[in-house]
């Protein structure tokens, strides 16, 4: 596993303390808070680096080929339904 360290002048998009409308799940609930980033796990930040995600399908060639397989089919089935759709 790579662990990639984060830099620390990175900033989230929303500031310590900010009311974050909208997430509230909960009938009686109220929105969370945002923490300070340090609060906030590592592979939190890497979800949206895309940079870091191809590492990590890199370092895993199983999940690789599944990914591709995958991006295959979907271009097939998209392929069939456009012939399809031209009779």
Known sequence: MIIIARDETELSSA?????????NILKSG????????????DWLWELLDDEAQ????DADPEKK???E???????KIKQG?????MR
């Open 30 to 41: 109220q929105d969370p808070e945002a923490l300070p980033d340090n609060e906030y796990p």
């Open 54 to 57: 191809k590492r990590k399908l």
């Open 69 to 75: 397989w995958r991006k295959k089919n979907r271009e």
């Open 65 to 67: 080929a599944r990914k």
């Open 15 to 23: 500031p310590a303390g900010t009311r974050l409308r909208g997430c």
């Open 81 to 85: 339904n456009f012939l399809k759709s």
